[in-house]
């Protein structure tokens, strides 16, 4: 089955020490996204990439990056992980940019930070 | 962004039909209204979506009110495994496939 993929599932780190995420998708979508989703709270867009167009919330923290080297792979980068990071993180995946355009979530990787 | 109010929680018993409220008084004629909805540690999934007429597809059907400042999203026979947060959203035309998600409803469904 066509799907979106995150690996790994739990990944731990300590305060500061840079981490990556990791996500893949077998639908071939143009558009990529990458969302923080706190401890009983909903998900928040952190950005995502058109193509290799990348498009940054006006709010997202500058700790916070990401890559996409190619169509089925994006990389969350955090610089200087805080325990206020600790989250789960969720990729996402739509055909195009469009108002109906359904997205596709992974399952999440879940951060702790130490 | 036009904003959407839900219930916190709902309950409901296997087997019947819920109704999910969801109301979006300062919505704008272009903007579609989107669920999805997140079981217990997964990632969201759509669930449905609608524009001004009601929707129904093989998981729920979406009644949309007719000054489209409410609408309510139908699961006939609630099954345990519907047993989710339910977030309704609106997508507005300037703003993409950016979702934007509120608090939703945090359905239990008892057997």
């Known amino acids: 089955d066509a799907m979106v993929i995150q690996n790994p599932r739990y990944q731990v780190t300590q305060f500061g020490k840079p981490v990556t995420l990791s996500c893949s998708q077998t639908l071939n979508h143009n558009v990529m996204y990458w969302y923080q989703q706190k401890s009983s709270q909903a998900p928040k867009l952190l950005f995502h990439y058109y193509d290799k167009d990348f498009n940054n919330e006006a709010d997202t923290p500058d700790n916070f990056q990401s890559r996409r080297p190619n169509t089925s792979f994006c990389f969350l980068d955090i610089r200087s992980p805080g325990l206020g990071d600790a989250a789960m993180y969720l990729c996402?995946?739509?055909?195009?940019?469009?108002?109906?355009?359904?997205?596709?979530f992974g399952p999440g990787t879940r951060l702790t930070v130490l | 962004d036009a904003k959407t109010t839900q219930p916190n929680s709902m309950e409901s018993n296997e087997e019947e039909p819920v109704h999910l409220p969801c109301n979006h008084s300062?919505?704008?004629?272009?903007?579609?209204i989107h669920w999805y909805r997140q079981l217990p540690s997964q990632g969201p999934e759509y669930v449905i979506h609608g524009l001004t007429s009601n929707v129904n597809n093989r998981m729920a059907s979406l009644a949309i009110a007719e000054d489209r400042k409410s609408s309510t999203l139908i699961l006939h026979r609630a099954t345990l495994r519907d047993a989710a947060v339910y977030y309704c959203?609106?997508?507005?035309?300037?703003?993409?496939?950016?979702?934007?998600f509120g608090e939703g409803t945090q359905l239990t469904v008892n057997p």
């Open positions: 300062t919505i704008s004629g272009t903007d579609y």
């Open positions: 996402a995946t739509s055909r195009w940019w469009g108002q109906t355009d359904t997205q596709y």
């Open positions: 959203i609106l997508s507005m035309e300037t703003s993409g496939s950016r979702l934007t």
